[in-house]
């Protein structure tokens, strides 16, 4: 039973351009959201998180979105670059007060020069 | 280092063996995690420690998985009887404290990548 769900398992976007990754969960219960970058052979690094009390949160060229009625958020980079291409996880959160996050099964993004 | 370290990067070992994969965490984070990913999926928790002792072993798939972090510093994560399906990449990572505070970030290591033949 995956709780996180990243249906999209690979994207390509041009250089410039948006990119727009996106993530959908199933425990109501859920109440803070996390996105963490991946390259090969490296372990997973922290981009950006976002709790139930927002709908928004940006930094830099990074803007998650949430949607909790629909239980739904997204990542968008604008503008893209090539040094973006990696492997996307969403992760997310109960009010258990700990880090023990669920994540997804991963998007991965190539941005093309 | 300044970061998350586990040794080792690469273990390949056969069936039935018995196998210990180490994390130090970075320097003064009390929070230290245990995660495996499998090819194609995201990363699964396994075992959280608060200091010393392990505040939630719920994630371990089964007995022949246990970790220790007898000095509230580096952990080890130990498999006995290895089987074929153990075979992923371990990750370990920690965060200052744990839960409430910050962005919630977790710092991860680079994972120890286990090959059970």
């Known amino acids: 039973d995956q709780q996180v769900k990243q249906n999209s398992p690979s994207l390509s976007v041009q250089e410039g351009r948006i990119s727009i990754l996106n993530c959908d969960y199933t425990?109501?219960?859920?109440?803070?959201f996390l996105w963490y970058k991946k390259y090969p052979a490296e372990g997973p690094t922290f981009l950006i998180s976002i709790s139930s009390i927002k709908d928004k949160n940006e930094d830099g060229r990074f803007t998650v979105f949430l949607n909790k009625s629909a239980k739904h958020l997204s990542l968008h980079i604008v503008p893209s670059q090539p040094g973006d291409s990696a492997v996307y996880f969403c992760a997310a959160s109960g009010a258990s007060g700990t880090y023990k996050y669920i994540f997804g099964t991963g998007t991965r993004l190539k941005v093309l020069a | 280092g300044a970061g998350v370290s586990q040794t080792p990067s690469n273990k390949v070992t056969e069936k039935g063996k018995y196998v210990e994969l180490r994390c130090d965490p970075i320097?003064?984070?009390?929070?230290l995690y245990w995660y495996r990913q499998s090819l194609g999926q995201g990363p699964e928790f396994l075992i959280y420690?608060?200091?010393?002792?392990?505040?939630?072993d719920s994630g371990l798939p089964n007995d022949r998985f246990f970790a220790v972090r007898p000095e509230g510093s580096v952990s080890t994560l130990k498999i006995q009887r290895t089987e074929r399906g153990d075979s992923a990449v371990y990750l370990c990572?920690?965060?200052?404290?744990?839960?409430?505070?910050?962005?919630?970030?977790?710092?991860f290591g680079e994972g120890s990548r286990l090959t059970v033949l």
């Open positions: 990572a920690s965060s200052l404290t744990a839960g409430g505070v910050g962005t919630g970030e977790l710092f």
């Open positions: 320097s003064g984070h009390t929070a």
């Open positions: 420690f608060q200091g010393t002792g392990a505040a939630d």
């Open positions: 425990n109501s219960m859920f109440d803070y």
